[in-house]
């Protein structure tokens, strides 16, 4: 219990201090996982929205591996993206190894499936319900898919909110693709695996603290933005 | 109330008469309309009565386009049913189906889509079906009488020729009845083609001019609503007419 107390009294002294080095690090953790999401939800939704309504031989198996990769473990995803983008790899040219960008790839690879899957299954829910209106009213496939995220945006704010969860308390593929160089590529995750490693558990833990905090901000502001939009 | 004028198609009775032939329509080995043959030349209301199961929605979807006959052709005014008849046509189906947003925003959906056609002012629309004063509540919100006068209101925004309605008025209050019956009236006597299927014989006897009865798919009767009522061509119809249960 004192490593707790401590942990948050640690935490407490590193936000109001203004710590450089800390506020470095939640905003390059805040920047990837946001920039993850961004890419993702541009890439996810729609692919999910296309296999939500159209029929097609290999959709199921599309479906069943998306289900699948939201298991994925992240080290597969990392060291995946490391063989690519390593000096000798298909993309080594780009040099993005040890960079944000590459961890961003990384994010991306590991929220697509979630966004993707779970957004298919909200909107072929609605599909069902809206088929014969939109036929009936010769509604295109693009409008159709717009009417579709745009009714079920609640339902998949939730689901982005997942992916938000899984870009931020990612470690496994952002540490070996991004390398946590500080003042680099270090993150939240990676710092708090570091000081772990290196038996700094109360400072590990309050960066912890902090990261909990984000998360927790981030969902209470989506369940309040739900909310108000329900009651409305 | 009810006193806006639509803006009227701008060909009346484009699509009349609507002729089908030989129409079947199978699924899963199951004959739901077998073979049925007619023209509805009037430009009145047409009602469809029949049992439960007797495809009166299926025939309904037909004459939409919903669904493809496995035989015949559904013509309109000589031509086979496409897109541009159907985008003259408007539909309610049975359960509202309305977009979870509020209820202007229903309508406006439809109006976007039909940017370059002209469309029917929106306020007025829900003057007509008494949700003027609820535009900015979530459809969801609206009772299930409601729903469904906002679902006519929706199908008019187009300004349809041809109105299609299944059971609108099943499980409703008498006051949504009426204030659907007096629209449907109203529209009729502007000149849209109305087809209807109900399970009210009386709302059948108010409203209809000519009566389509099916069962089991098969066409029993089509006959003007006052000969049908008096002297109905099928015993199946006769029974029906008199009350008595028909499987």
């Known amino acids: 219990m004192q490593l707790f107390s401590e942990s948050l009294q640690t935490a407490f002294y590193l936000i109001v201090s203004g710590d450089s080095d800390l506020f470095e690090i939640i905003m390059l953790s805040i920047k990837v996982s946001l920039t993850s999401l961004l890419g993702s939800i541009v890439i996810g939704l729609p692919l999910g929205a296309f296999l939500a309504i159209h029929r097609f031989r290999l959709?199921?198996?599309?479906?069943?591996?998306?289900?699948?990769?939201?298991?994925?473990?992240?080290?597969?995803?990392?060291?995946?993206?490391?063989?690519?983008?390593?000096?000798?790899?298909?993309?080594?040219?780009?040099?993005?190894?040890?960079?944000?960008?590459?961890?961003?790839?990384?994010?991306?690879?590991?929220?697509?499936?979630?966004?993707?899957?779970?957004?298919?299954?909200?909107?072929?829910?609605?599909?069902?319900?809206?088929?014969?209106?939109?036929?009936?009213?010769?509604?295109?496939?693009?409008?159709?898919?717009?009417?579709?995220?745009i009714d079920a945006r609640m339902s998949l704010l939730t689901v982005i909110l997942a992916g938000f969860g899984r870009a931020i308390s990612e470690v496994g593929a952002v540490s070996i693709v991004g390398g946590n160089i500080d003042h680099l590529t270090r993150v939240m995750t990676t710092a708090i695996a570091l000081e772990t490693s290196r038996g700094n558990l109360s400072l590990a833990l309050a960066l912890g603290f902090i990261l909990l905090a984000i998360a927790l901000g981030v969902n209470i502001f989506a369940v309040k933005v739900k909310n108000w939009a329900m009651d409305k | 109330m009810f006193e806006t004028n639509y803006s009227e198609p701008p060909f009346k009775f484009e699509l009349i008469p609507i002729k089908l032939r030989s129409v079947s329509f199978q699924k899963l080995g199951n004959n739901l309309i077998d073979n049925i043959s007619l023209s509805i030349n009037s430009k009145g209301i047409t009602i469809i009565l029949g049992p439960n199961g007797a495809g009166k929605s299926i025939l309904m979807r037909l004459l939409h386009g919903l669904e493809k006959p496995s035989s015949g052709e559904v013509l309109f005014n000589g031509i086979n049913l496409n897109n541009t008849i159907r985008l003259k046509q408007a539909m309610v189906f049975q359960n509202a189906v309305l977009l979870r947003r509020t209820v202007i925003e229903n309508l406006s959906f439809v109006a976007n889509l039909q940017s370059s056609k002209q469309t029917s002012n929106l306020s007025k629309l829900l003057q007509e079906v008494g949700l003027y004063e609820k535009k900015?509540?979530?459809?969801?919100?609206?009772?299930g009488g409601e729903k469904q006068r906002l679902s006519l209101a929706r199908a008019l925004v187009s300004s349809p020729q041809l109105l299609l309605l299944d059971e609108p008025t099943a499980s409703l209050d008498p006051y949504s009845v009426q204030m659907i019956e007096t629209l449907l009236i109203k529209l009729r006597n502007q000149n849209t083609k109305i087809i209807f299927i109900t399970h009210d014989l009386n709302q059948a006897r108010r409203l209809a001019e000519d009566i389509i009865f099916i069962h089991r798919g098969k066409l029993e009767a089509y006959q003007s609503a006052r000969v049908f009522f008096n002297n109905p061509e099928s015993k199946f119809a006769q029974d029906f007419v008199q009350g008595k249960l028909i499987f």
């Open chain 1, 59 to 149: 959709r199921s198996i599309i479906l069943s591996i998306l289900n699948a990769l939201m298991g994925m473990p992240p080290v597969v995803v990392g060291l995946i993206v490391y063989l690519y983008l390593s000096r000798s790899g298909p993309l080594g040219f780009l040099s993005l190894l040890y960079t944000p960008t590459a961890m961003i790839i990384a994010q991306m690879l590991l929220v697509i499936p979630i966004i993707s899957a779970l957004s298919a299954q909200i909107i072929e829910d609605l599909h069902i319900e809206y088929r014969d209106l939109f036929r009936s009213l010769n509604v295109s496939t693009f409008k159709a898919i717009m009417a579709y995220i």
């Open chain 2, 136 to 143: 900015n509540l979530l459809a969801r919100r609206l009772s």
